[in-house]
């Protein structure tokens, strides 16, 4: 089982900075796999917003790049994200993911999610 902890969210204003964390553990936790972050707004589908993989290749959704930035420590099982020039619309609650294989198919498969944690971008 995998278990997902996200911290560093809150309140900030327009243009301000945020680094979120997400700490991951678990006996059957493997690092071989791809964690990102996804926001959901109110009254709004969950979305992507960052992914890495355990080599550090990053994928980002085109309304962040340039502003945010996903990094990973292999060795602390933790992801980040780093998030600056805070908008209004970056508003939501971010969500922590890691999975690796196919569940159901795959040795070692899994698909976490952690609780969740609230960014509010407001003056």
């Known amino acids: 089982q995998v278990q997902l902890v996200e911290s560093g969210g809150g309140l900030v204003q327009p243009g301000g900075s945020l680094r979120l964390s997400c700490a991951a553990s678990g006996s059957t936790f493997i690092i071989d796999n791809i964690m990102g972050w996804y926001r959901q707004a109110p009254g709004k589908e969950r979305e992507l917003v960052a992914l890495?993989?355990?080599?550090?290749?990053?994928n980002y959704a085109d309304s962040v790049k340039g502003r945010f930035t996903i990094s990973r420590d292999n060795a602390k099982n933790t992801v980040y994200l780093q998030m600056n020039s805070l908008k209004p619309e970056d508003t939501g609650v971010y969500y922590c993911?890691?999975?690796?294989?196919?569940?159901?198919?795959?040795?070692?498969?899994?698909?976490?999610w952690g609780q969740g944690t609230q960014v509010t971008v407001s003056s």
């Open positions: 890495v993989t355990s080599g550090g290749g990053t």
């Open positions: 993911n890691a999975r690796r294989g196919r569940l159901g198919l795959d040795a070692g498969a899994y698909d976490a």
